[in-house]
């Protein structure tokens, strides 16, 4: 089975195309911007690369957020239309909560795991899972002094992209372990769409928007 999957919901652009179980090839670029305009261009050159046509793919994950407002609609615009242009192939969005709660290793994972999403304002977007990696509640979003009263008095792993600025600061809480990763793992991305498929639990994907886009007229 030929799996596609791509995330520009942060300041990367990730790829990969995965045969079964193996990587075919990888592409993984930060860039501030432009990640829309990458995106085809590199797609195209690895399946080229690999020999493959996108009417070859069987499968296609894609990250839906929460990020970057642009990259986020790029992200699931180029999903859609493979969809639209390629009717047996199975879509599958993925939210980056899930990705970077299953790139946890399972030995650094605690009683509670708080994943926090950067928003490049003072507030984050946080969600809590268990050791299981099942949710514990729904995906919001919070302020530092909210997510310590969340956590007081539990052992927790920490996880997401603003995960280290928000214990760049003393909590008080107890921490398990802390899991830094500057953008979803398109490789994990990649394997919940595949395990996601088998299980027949494909989700077309939504983009997932915790809060209103900030916008004005100029």
Request: glycine share 4%; hydrophobic share 40%.
């Amino acid at each position: 089975m030929w799996t596609l999957a791509f995330d520009t919901t942060t300041n990367f652009c990730s790829i990969i195309l995965k045969k079964d179980d193996t990587v075919q090839s990888c592409f993984v670029s930060e860039m501030t911007f432009g990640q829309s305009e990458v995106l085809i261009p590199q797609i195209d050159d690895i399946l080229k690369t690999n020999k493959t046509t996108p009417s070859d793919l069987n499968l296609l994950g894609v990250c839906v957020g929460p990020g970057s407002f642009t990259g986020v609609r790029s992200s699931i615009a180029a999903a859609r239309s493979f969809a639209l242009c390629l009717p047996n192939l199975s879509v599958c969005g993925i939210s980056a909560f899930d990705v970077y709660a299953h790139s946890i290793p399972d030995d650094q994972r605690s009683e509670q795991i708080a994943v926090i999403i950067e928003t490049k304002r003072e507030d984050f977007y946080v969600a809590y899972y268990d050791k299981q990696l099942k949710k514990i509640s729904s995906p919001k979003t919070a302020f530092y002094t909210d997510i310590i009263a969340d956590l007081r008095n539990k052992s927790v792993t920490f996880a997401g992209d603003g995960a280290e600025r928000f214990l760049s600061k003393p909590s008080g809480l107890h921490i398990h372990s802390v899991n830094f990763e500057t953008h979803p793992n398109v490789e994990t991305l990649a394997d919940l769409a595949i395990t996601r498929f088998h299980d027949k639990k494909l989700d077309f994907p939504k983009p997932l928007y915790l809060k209103a886009a900030d916008v004005c007229i100029k």
